[in-house]
């Protein structure tokens, strides 16, 4: 096992914090269960709970209102994402100024990537470095970045990504969380090679309970995450077994989490997609407990 690496990393807490990311529901029956979902994580007390961006109008907007709505009806912190590409600049501040005076401060600030179908919007962003100007011209909020241990499919390499990530620091980031990851290897050595250059502030786990292992498998291949062989086969013969999909994925992440633990990682970002039950489980057998407990 590596070297402890939270030693030499002292913006991390002792105590285990999570934060979980839902995505905005399309109808109304996935807009119920969702606030299920939210109201089963809330006595977790995370440290916040963000909502993704995607692209189109009124998926855009089903995020606003989510945050918003989040922001008044629960105790929780929420954290908005917002993407760039393809948005203009006054929309952009239009969005942040909104959210400033709803009282959201939290924003995870992306790139995005540009939508498969035409028509493409030209718009006055290129990255997310130039997102987070903006943000924080108009004002001072927390700004939160992605990070990718494995490396974003447009890298040139591993030494753009580092420089990326400290100019988006620069800017004003204060946390990155990273893409999802299956070998755990790679987030270490993404985190040692961040020391190495300086880098201080939080690079949190972005942890993804697998149970539909297929999609995974699609999903990850475009990202540029691989998917161990060990974990495929662990789903071997269970396309018509949910149930046991799920605790098979639970003991997958469980054995994650404890290997990040045990070199000294105490902060996790779950995406839930929008599910409770396995990030809920997770939690619980980490030792975290519900403020009632
Ligand atoms: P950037 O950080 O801008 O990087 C994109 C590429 O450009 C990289 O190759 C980078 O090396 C390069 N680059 C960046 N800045 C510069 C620069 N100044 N000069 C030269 N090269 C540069 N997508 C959504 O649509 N909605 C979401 O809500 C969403 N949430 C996400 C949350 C997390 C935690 C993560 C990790 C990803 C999320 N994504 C989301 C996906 C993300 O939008 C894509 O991965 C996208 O392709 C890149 O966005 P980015 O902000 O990481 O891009």
Known sequence: MKENIVKKMPEYSRKIGVSFEFFPPKNPDAIRSLWLNIKRLEPLDP??????????????????????????????????????????RVEIEKIADDYWNTGIKHIVALRGDEPKILPKIKGDFQYATEL??????????????????????????MENEYDVLKKKIDLGATKAITQ????SRYYIEFIEGAIKRGIKIPIVPGILPVTNCQKTIEFAKKMNCKMPKWLVKMFEGLDSEPETRKLVAATIVY????????????????????RADLSFAICHILGIRTLKD
């Open 47 to 88: 440290k916040f709970i963000s909502v993704t961006y995607g692209a189109g109008g009124s998926t855009r907007e089903n995020t606003h209102n989510l945050v918003k709505e989040i922001q008044i009806k629960t105790k929780l912190n929420p954290a908005a994402h917002l993407t760039c590409i393809g948005s203009s």
């Open 132 to 157: 987070i100007e903006v943000l924080k011209k108009r004002h001072d909020f927390e700004i939160t970045v992605s990070a990718y241990p494995e490396m974003h499919p447009d890298s040139s390499s």
């Open 180 to 183: 999802f990851f299956f070998d």
């Open 255 to 274: 054995d994650q989490c404890r290997e990040l633990i045990s070199n000294g990682i105490e902060d996790f970002h779950f995406y839930t997609l929008n």
